[in-house]
């Protein structure tokens, strides 16, 4: 029987886009071949890209002395006679995928290929539709029929995941879909607590609060609304000994888990809750990876698609937080992974926004909230800024 092989080229600012095809028609072939543009950054995608592929197919053939080799993307010669050599001996060759490599390279490669071959299919891939797009007359596209998780993905760009914050009951969704329901009433709520408590984001615990009803109702919340936001909590577990007392109100906030998620945790676990009702192929929240300092609090995956969310929550919003989620984007595929940053606040100011559109990031303010499902939807199908 004769080895089936594909070959897959790799350049750009990015490997989803070569992985993506690659998985698309891993159970048909028996060897990879890779041609790479000449720099070291995609010989650590070639190696990403092998460890992930053999995660899935353990018995794939790829030997880094005869099927890798790198040459200079803008000399036709030496691409046409690097393709001629990796594909010597080779007599069925399926598939060839030319996504994101310059375009020099891809002529180079396609007329050889075109000469030699008469069956194979080569292809480009266009990670917006989460499509493979034949590069043939008459053919149609090809809708992605693989999936990454979050992981597969993190390892794809070099890292590993060393911490996954999950673990929290059912209660603690329902708590924050609660908070979002009424977020105009909730949010006001607990910025008083939080002040109450230092305006940390964490506190010794267990602790005891006795605030003054009017420390509220001068921001506008009635009796009614007061009353029933504390009822709630207390029925979520989130406080416990919830009393009235001569215009006190006062309870007890027993762990420190508690406190974070009322402090702020309640938007990534809404944001998380979200994610997972629209069906992605894989959602993490809490995610760290190794050799990067900072926290992404949702990680959304989707047909090799990727989609991080930065949620605040309380205080002024400061622009250097679009630097950071900037930052983390670009260790995880630069352009062709998609930002969010979620905050709780209503009004977002125009420069701000400004500066986020300037960094290609979407900002979701309080008012939208409640849309939640609706906005990560679309933009991991159809985003504002379109991976390129």
Same mark, same amino acid.
Request: aromatic residues 10%.
């Given at each position: 029987?004769?080895? %089936? ?7 750009? %600012?990015?490997?989803?886009? *070569? ?8 159970d048909? =072939? ?8 000449r ?12 460890? /992930? ?5 353990e018995n ?11 040459v200079?993307?803008? +000399? ?13 001996? /080779?007599?069925?060759? +399926?598939?060839v ?6 375009? &020099? ?9 075109l000469?030699? $071959? ?15 797009i ?5 053919k149609?596209?090809i809708?992605?029929?693989? %999936?990454?998780? /979050?992981?597969?993905?993190? *390892? ?9 914050v ?7 969704e ?12 909730? &949010?006001?709520?607990? &910025? ?9 984001d &964490? ?18 919340? !009635?009796?009614n ?17 919830l ?23 309640? !938007?990534?676990?809404?944001? $998380?809750?979200? *994610? ?6 894989s ?8 050799n $990067? ?8 995956l989707?047909?090799?698609n ?29 352009? $062709? ?10 009004? /977002? ?8 559109k300037?960094?290609?990031?979407? =900002?979701?303010?309080?008012?939208? !909230? ?5 906005i ?11 991976? %390129?």
């Open positions: 029987m004769l080895e %089936r092989v594909m070959l897959v080229l790799i350049g750009g %600012r990015s490997g989803v886009p *070569a992985i993506a095809g690659v998985l698309q028609f891993l048909q =072939v028996d060897r990879i071949k890779f041609l790479l543009c720099e070291e950054q995609y010989l650590h995608f070639q190696k990403n890209i092998e460890k /992930v592929i053999k995660q899935e197919r794939l053939v790829c030997d880094n002395e005869t099927d890798v080799i790198s200079d993307p803008n +000399k036709f010669d030496e691409v046409y006679i690097a393709v001629q050599k990796l594909c010597q001996g /080779v007599e069925e060759l +399926k598939y995928n030319l996504s994101t490599v310059p375009q &020099s390279m891809a002529f180079s490669v396609y007329s050889y290929i000469e030699k $071959y008469k069956d194979v299919l080569v292809f480009t891939v266009n990670t917006d539709q989460s499509q493979i034949p590069l043939v007359f008459g149609q596209a809708p992605f029929n693989k %999936r990454l998780s /979050v992981e597969n993905y993190i *390892a794809l760009c070099g890292f590993n995941i060393f911490k996954k999950i673990n929290f009951e059912n209660n603690l329902n708590t924050a879909k609660y908070i979002v329901d009424c977020i105009q009433v909730s &949010s006001k709520i607990i &910025s008083v607590i939080r002040s109450k408590a230092g305006g940390g &964490s506190i010794k615990a267990p602790r005891g609060f006795s605030i003054d009803e009017k420390d509220f109702i001068k921001l506008g919340i !009635l009796i609304e007061l009353e029933q936001f504390f009822i709630e909590l207390e029925k979520f577990s989130i406080i416990h000994n009393q009235k007392q001569n215009n006190l109100i006062k309870f007890r906030i027993e762990t420190k888990e508690n406190y974070a998620f009322l402090a702020g945790d309640w !938007l990534e676990v809404f944001v $998380y809750s979200s *994610a997972k009702q629209c069906s992605f192929d959602v993490e929240m809490g995610v760290e990876i190794d $990067y300092r900072g926290e992404i609090d949702v990680f959304c989707n047909s090799a990727a989609m991080i969310c930065e949620c605040k929550t309380g205080g002024k919003l400061d622009a250097d937080d679009l630097s950071v989620i900037s930052s983390k984007a670009e260790k995880l595929g630069g352009n $062709y992974c998609v930002k969010l940053f979620i905050t709780s606040e209503s009004d /977002v100011g125009e420069e701000f926004l400004n500066k986020a300037n960094n290609r990031v979407v =900002v979701v303010s309080g008012n939208e !909230l409640t849309r939640m499902n609706d990560l939807a679309k933009e991991m199908q159809f985003p504002t800024y379109p991976r %390129r």
